[in-house]
């Protein structure tokens, strides 16, 4: 029994050596250039004049050190094609979770944020260009990373970004739509001419119909002002002896026969 847990042991050891200890696991061996990947979702942030790119990803499985090779691969190809202010680009297991709100802790076998200019952020979101993390371990049935959280160190991205042989992105890569903000500038602004060629329409038209007429005076009475300037409702007469003609008794209370109480 000893000397055969001892061949057992010998024969793993040399398998280890021949295939790769990652092979043995069911891990796809590690590359410099990371591995082929495939988008699972992308979210694109518009605010603030910023453009913010989002990607989830899924490798086949492998080391961590090889995850966050691809994500950074991908982060660098995005880049470099939409030219956003911020990349991050998480990368999840195959049978991780689906809703984004589930996407964060033991899910993330790898993050990467990319900020190729921290001077733009004025809020100081962030310092360094580049950060990256990762989980050293396999994932769960249910997709869910075991193992130490390795938070890269500066010279430590710079070295696995040097290594990458090319930058590309996802076979089924799922570019931003950099035209999504520039055609919502133009529907509004279509909305504010139409308003202005509506609004122009109808001063037009207001312009155009006639006056309204004068409105016409209720009684037989016109109106008029005395040799003072006063206005006594009434045509002024120039005989200041004789009524005025024109002096209606309904509306001044002024009649030929005088009241018993002004009397």
Sequence with gaps: MIGGVALFVGCSGVLAIYFGKDRLLGLTSASANGLQCTDINLVTIRKDNRFWVRKYIRTDPTDGVTRVKTALRV???????QKPDLVQ?????????????DIRGRALGADVVYVPH??????????????????NGGASTAGLFYGEQITMQPKDIDSALAGLKDLSDCDNALAADNSAGNAKKDKLKAAIAAEERAAAAQAVEQDSKPAA?????????RPGYDRNGEFIGADATIDEKSPSPGLDPTMTGAAERRSPVTN
């Excluded at 660098?76 to 094609?81: F, I, R």
């Excluded at 998480?90 to 991780?96: A, I, K, Q, S, T």
Aim: proline residues 11%; negative net charge.
């Design 75 to 81: 982060a660098k190809a995005v880049y470099q094609e």
């Design 118 to 135: 921290p001077e733009k952020l004025a809020d100081g979101s962030s310092e360094a260009p580049l950060t990256a993390r990762y989980y």
């Design 89 to 101: 680009v998480v990368v999840l297991d195959e049978n991780g979770p689906t809703l984004r709100s």
């Design 213 to 221: 007429p004068e409105p016409k005076s209720t009684g037989n009475v």
